[in-house]
């Protein structure tokens, strides 16, 4: 059983920054790749960023690539989302998910977080 509770979210200017947390219970969290995703209202949910169980690797959507950084920290059982220099179009409920693949893809995703919403204002 993997639990995973995201924070972190809240409410800021275009420009600033924030800082996603998502932490799990369960003894086997560095077995699992991570993701996280996001959801608009009327939208698709999509990824966001993604990585590897070693944490070696990592990779990110086109629309964030140079403005946010992926990371985990196996010994808190934490993966972080830092996101930089925010637009509007950030504005979405984020997600942190878990599963036994690295990737982009929602379906590769077996555990769910509840969601922290992040919201930009211009």
């Known amino acids: 059983q993997v639990r995973l509770e995201e924070s972190g979210g809240g409410m800021v200017q275009a420009g600033g920054s924030l800082r996603l947390a998502c932490t799990a219970s369960?003894?086997?969290?560095?077995?699992?790749?991570v993701a996280w995703f996001r959801e608009a209202p009327g939208k698709d949910r999509s990824n966001v960023a993604s990585i590897s169980e070693s944490g070696q690797f990592t990779m990110y959507t086109d629309s964030v690539t140079g403005r946010f950084t992926i990371s985990r920290d196996i010994t808190k059982n934490t993966v972080y989302l830092k996101m930089n220099s925010l637009k509007s179009e950030d504005t979405a409920l984020y997600y942190c998910?878990?599963?036994?693949?690295?990737?982009?893809?929602?379906?590769?995703?077996?555990?769910w977080g509840q969601g922290t919403q992040v919201t930009v204002s211009s």
């Open positions: 369960g003894p086997a969290f560095s077995k699992y790749a």
């Open positions: 998910a878990a599963g036994p693949s690295y990737s982009r893809v929602v379906q590769d995703y077996d555990y």
